[in-house]
């Protein structure tokens, strides 16, 4: 199969598994990323081939809805290039950058082996920020019965993958555990320069909505922006 119609396949079939999903994990949640890493990997001059089969396939078996299992996303992956002939090394490419993608904790190094990788990560950590990042994280809070913000919980420091993975706090706290995070976790100069605007914004918005919510009283330490 030629690479731009294994590309098209492939957006195909992902929008056919992802459509309607409603955690934030949608198929328009996998279109931007394909679309971010189209443009951070132009300007990065990255293998777009193998970028836009990461950024198509990166969560297509996320472990945050496979009990935790690392290895459902390659496995899926693998199932679907093999079927349509794809040589053996651009399905280890992808597969390598499904395995690097997701954060795993404040305290965990997860950098990219590959440009590639890297390219795809930075698409999907632009869409986990800004205006949409805000709206992605109630959406999925909403969908693990979480509750919007206790003052009670301050976030925490995850120092491995497993705390992190454990954690059910409120989702605000995911802002201090994850967004906020994120902006000295770009690797690419591109996806780092995308970031700054979304990164102001999403702090606006938890600088009021703690406002509102605690009006004249102090905002609790561990949440003052
Ligand atoms: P990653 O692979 O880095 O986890 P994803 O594309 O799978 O990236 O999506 C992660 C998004 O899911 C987060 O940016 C956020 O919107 C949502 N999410 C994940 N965990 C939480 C949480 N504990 N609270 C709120 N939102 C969360
Ligand atoms: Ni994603």
């Not at 993958?161 to 902006?183: I, W």
């Amino acid at each position: 199969m030629k690479q731009d119609a294994l590309v098209q396949a492939t957006a195909h079939h992902v929008e056919q598994l992802f459509s309607g999903e409603g955690s934030g994990h949608d198929w328009f949640h996998i279109k931007r990323v394909w679309q971010n890493a189209i443009t951070i990997g132009q300007a990065e001059n990255a293998d777009l081939f193998i970028v836009q089969l990461g950024a198509l396939l990166h969560d297509i078996a996320d472990w945050k809805f496979h009990n935790g299992d690392e290895e459902a996303g390659p496995r899926a992956a693998t199932v679907w290039l093999s079927s349509h002939g794809t040589p053996t090394p651009v399905i280890k490419q992808v597969c390598q950058i499904i395995k690097e993608v997701s954060y795993k904790g404040a305290g965990v190094a997860t950098n990219p082996s590959s440009l590639e990788g890297r390219v795809v990560q930075d698409a999907d950590r632009l869409d986990a920020i800004g205006a949409i990042g805000i709206a992605r994280a109630f959406a999925y809070g909403g969908f693990k019965n979480r509750e919007m913000y206790n003052p009670t919980q301050p976030p925490e420091v995850h120092a491995t993958f497993e705390a992190y993975q454990k954690n059910q706090s409120a989702t605000l706290n995911h802002f201090y555990e994850k967004l906020f995070l994120l902006k000295d976790r770009f690797t690419t100069a591109t996806g780092r320069q995308l970031a700054e605007q979304r990164h102001v914004y999403m702090q606006e918005f938890v600088k009021e909505f703690l406002q509102e919510w605690h009006g004249a009283e102090d905002v609790p330490v561990a949440f003052v922006v």
